[in-house]
């Protein structure tokens, strides 16, 4: 099954019997008639990927499968027509293991339900015998898709299993605790999905991670892949990513506390004080906790900075605003410190306390209502404990070597000692491609030293975290400095003589090889309107026709080129190059462009894993998008869109006209278009 609106179809699970089975008054019935007439058919309908037990084929017992089917089936339907101990078994299950989605089914020829499972949501269906009453099964059919998509629809905090209904202090399991023998399936794929948002993330590139955040494993798994996705974002300070991830996550759980405090942070982030204040204060006010107060904190930090950090302002008039704003500094110290008794063995909020604490105190001239002496010893009791734990497991930690570096920087004024620490937590925030993390210290040793708090000290920390940022880029390939202007192409490839133009059923022609010059000269001349030329990025596909003349057209004018293909080089040259070059002319521009020392080139199954099963046909489409996502991940503002498309085009997934729908979405902006046909 495919996606809809981008997420994995439903996982369905049934239990019942299985062949022929006698009911209570003797009579036989065909279960497997009843799967294949009215279950499977319901569950398909209601866009959900229905699976016996039966089905699975490995070697060996099915019951490992079976409990992992219980545990991470989005929906179980359980036909308990008759009594068979097997289907009373796996309901009772599943209705320990999940706290809800599960649907009852029985024939009209029992005429109650047991006691323990009366209370269920239950359809009951009419007898289905060969030769198959069709008028009678479709209306059956369709309750059961009703009752199935208002099952799913239902909000997620209520319980229809009668264990939890029953006991309302119980939970659900911890899921990942419940990985049943050597039945991976499923695990596996949401590992690998995880693997490949973790190389995302060492090759700095966010929108790899927004595509794959499209292609989550399975809806049970979902909200996991989707917080993975998050922290990646947030790690590389792809802000405005991160919150588009978030606000789907709170969609599919909106009590998520991990997803609230991330939306907090990521307002903030985004500039957005004043809504980050307002969240994070509402969740600290329902949840005590050490990370939320901190969050707080963070809001109250970034309100007093934004009052007196604006670039140029004179180092003496930062100095006096900062002073004046202190209140704010002020709100944010109790908040850290807060924070810091909730979760004392956190040295996030203890070492934000401690150093905005004794910068506070510099700026007054007066001593905090804070006891920053017992805050010290607190977070260096915290941090010799992580690192001990460190060392026991062969590890390291960035944030404890900085959160070390910081504390004899601001309490002990071990200039020597803090140079070590931040010269260690630099290189492990390479290792550990944590550019959010280098830049957050970075930005703290910037305060310090704008405000000429032990600047002789801070100063030379501070060169080794953005020294540490540089190799960074270095290592991940990536841009020392943004392009000046980003340049989007998508159009139609040249058309294939045996199916377009004249002829007997033969398709109208779209971009005829008798347009080639014309078009290259427009594509040209659009470049040249808006200036393009060095120091501008240009991304495209490599297929004849449009893309290779926009190719062509951006490395004559100096542009740095990234070509993404959706296919690796043989396939893609036989499926989008070679059927319409008799001559090789476009196989040799393909050539040309490809090893042009100005052109980078992107294979997407090499780069993000290949198109998930069940969605080859929208492998273009997914090229189109990471191409648009990439573009957006770099700056939108200076972000143009070129297009070669004829007006008569039908719009289908992956082709230009798509790509076109898709920029309008995501931008509200109109691209340059040319008609070939026009031409």
Request: charged letters at 25%; one cysteine or more.
């Amino acid at each position: 099954m495919e996606r809809v609106n981008g997420r994995a179809p439903a996982r369905g699970f049934v239990v019942m019997p299985f062949g022929r089975k006698k009911n209570a008054q003797g009579e036989e019935i065909d279960f497997d008639l009843v799967y294949r007439e009215l279950i499977e058919p319901a569950m398909l309908a209601a866009g959900v990927e229905p699976r016996r037990a039966d089905q699975e084929m490995r070697a060996g017992g099915i019951h490992g499968d079976m409990f992992q089917d219980l545990l991470l089936a989005d929906l179980v339907v359980a036909d308990l027509t008759i009594d068979n101990p097997n289907a009373y078994y796996e309901l009772g299950v599943r209705h320990a293991l999940r706290d809800n989605a599960t649907v009852s089914i029985f024939s009209s020829e029992r005429p109650f339900l047991p006691f323990d499972v009366v209370g269920e949501r239950s359809l009951l269906y009419a007898p289905i015998r060969a030769p198959v009453d069709q008028t009678v099964v479709e209306a059956d059919r369709a309750k059961l898709t009703q009752m199935i998509g208002a099952t799913l629809a239902a909000w997620r905090g209520r319980k229809t299993s009668p264990v939890y209904r029953f006991l309302p202090n119980l939970e659900e399991p911890a899921w990942k605790n419940l990985k049943v023998g050597d039945i991976t399936e499923v695990w596996e794929r949401l590992e690998s999905w995880q693997a490949l948002v973790a190389t995302a993330v060492s090759k700095q590139r966010p929108a790899d991670i927004l595509l794959l955040a499209d292609e989550t494993p399975n809806r049970f798994l979902e909200l996991e892949a989707i917080q993975t996705a998050v922290q990646a974002l947030l790690k590389l300070d792809s802000v405005k990513f991160a919150l588009a991830i978030i606000e789907r996550g709170l969609a599919l759980d909106p009590d998520n506390l991990w997803l609230q405090q991330q939306y907090g942070i990521a307002l903030g982030r985004a500039g957005r004080f004043h809504d980050a204040r307002a969240r994070l204060s509402e969740l600290a006010e329902r949840h005590r906790t050490g990370e939320t107060l901190s969050l707080l904190g963070l809001t109250y930090k970034d309100h007093w900075l934004r009052l007196w950090s604006k670039a140029g302002t004179p180092p003496a008039a930062r100095r006096q605003k900062a002073t004046a704003a202190a209140a704010f500094l002020e709100m944010a110290i109790d908040a850290y410190a807060k924070g810091f008794r909730a979760s004392p063995y956190d040295s996030y909020p203890g070492i934000n306390t401690l150093t905005l604490g004794r910068l506070w105190e510099n700026l007054t001239g007066r001593t905090s209502r804070v006891d920053l002496d017992l805050i010290t010893q607190g977070v260096r009791w915290t941090v010799d404990c992580i690192l001990q734990r460190c060392n026991a497991d062969l590890r390291h930690d960035y944030w404890a070597f900085a959160t070390r570096g910081e504390l004899r920087l601001v309490a002990d004024g071990d200039g020597g000692g803090a140079l070590e620490d931040f010269a260690a937590a630099a290189a492990q925030g390479v290792v550990d491609s944590n550019r959010a993390a280098l830049q957050s210290t970075r930005q703290q040793l910037d305060i310090l030293l704008d405000l000429n708090f032990r600047a002789e000290l801070v100063q030379p920390a501070r060169a080794l975290i953005a020294e540490a940022e540089t190799q960074l880029s270095v290592l991940q390939g990536a841009r020392l400095e943004r392009p000046k202007r980003i340049v989007l192409f998508s159009g139609h490839m040249i058309d294939n003589p045996k199916e377009r133009g004249e002829g007997e059923g033969k398709k109208p022609a779209r971009f005829p090889a008798t347009k080639v010059a014309a078009a290259a000269a427009a594509i040209a001349a659009h470049l040249d309107s808006i200036k393009a030329g060095p120091g501008d990025l240009a991304l495209c596909g490599g297929a004849c026709g449009g893309d290779l003349l926009f190719a062509e057209a951006c490395l004559q004018r100096g542009m740095a080129l990234e070509m993404r293909l959706p296919q690796r080089i043989p396939q893609f040259l036989h499926d989008s190059v070679t059927f319409a070059d008799s001559d090789q002319s476009w196989v040799q521009r393909f050539d040309a462009a490809m090893h042009n020392p100005q052109t980078t080139l992107l294979i997407m199954p090499d780069e993000i894993g290949p198109t998930p099963e069940g969605e080859r046909g929208k492998m273009y489409d997914r090229n189109n998008r990471w191409q648009l996502y990439s573009a957006l991940s770099l700056d939108l503002d200076t972000l143009k869109f070129i297009t070669l498309l004829d007006r008569q085009s039908i719009e289908k997934p992956g082709g230009a006209q798509h790509m076109i729908r898709r920029i309008r979405e995501y931008t509200g902006r109109e691209p340059l278009v040319i008609d070939p046909t026009a031409l």
